[in-house]
């Protein structure tokens, strides 16, 4: 199964060994598939809501992955109940929704899952700053971020851990390489959206001028290399 850059992007930042990996809301469980093939030594958790989704990916899972039949699992519930394994290598994925929800998503399992070690990878489908300020508060820290263009659209992949030692940026940092056209349209486009967005708020704080400073800070760097 060929996978989407964007879902590639995420499978490839699984280098680690994780005792589980819950792959949550991710495009009818795609990438969890994959993840049998490049993990064989994980347990690969699927996990969505929908109980119709969960039927049908089972029935798949069933019929193609027979082999590794004790390699995954499914689950049909609440992303926020995750039932994580105290002790073990645990890993969540969560994408393909929006950044409220991912924001809401990850307090509620971090409120149930108090005193142990928490890792994710995320790609909100927006509200990119939000998220990151939000984990930040969190106590969350970077272990990688990837910025991916597909189908016109641009995703900020996230990979966070409540024991990383290097801070998050709220802007993103090392995700950002502005010697690359895509880099440059989406900070273009991210700059103008809060500065649209703070033109009709009171909110004196500009997210918009934290970018600016970065496209500056970039530029500067450039010239000197």
Request: hydrophobic share 40%; proline share 2%; charged share 25%.
């Amino acid at each position: 199964m060929k996978l989407s850059s964007r879902l590639d992007t995420i499978k490839n930042k699984v280098t680690r060994q994780y005792d589980h990996i819950w792959d949550c809301c991710c495009d009818h469980g795609q990438l969890g598939i994959a993840l049998l093939a490049s993990q064989p030594k994980s347990l690969i958790h699927f996990v969505d809501v929908v109980d119709e989704l969960m039927v049908e990916l089972e029935s798949q899972l069933q019929k193609h992955a027979l082999k590794v039949s004790s390699q995954w699992q499914v689950h049909c519930m609440d992303v926020a109940q995750l039932p994580l394994v105290p002790d073990k290598k645990n890993l969540i994925i969560i994408a393909g929704v929006g950044g409220d929800l991912l924001i809401e998503l990850v307090r509620a399992i971090q409120t149930r899952n108090q005193g142990i070690e928490l890792e994710f990878i995320l790609c909100p489908v927006l509200h990119h700053y939000k998220v990151r300020t939000e984990l930040i508060d969190m106590g969350f820290g970077l272990v990688s971020e990837t910025l991916v263009k597909e189908n016109k659209r641009f995703y900020e992949i996230i990979h966070v851990s409540n024991q990383a030692i290097v801070p998050l940026s709220n802007i993103g940092s090392e995700m950002w390489n502005l010697s690359e056209v895509d880099h440059q349209e989406y900070l273009q486009k991210t700059i103008s959206h809060y500065q649209r967005m703070e033109e009709n708020t009171k909110n004196s704080s500009k997210v918009s001028d934290l970018y600016l400073k970065l496209r500056e800070a970039m530029d500067g760097f450039s010239i000197l290399n």
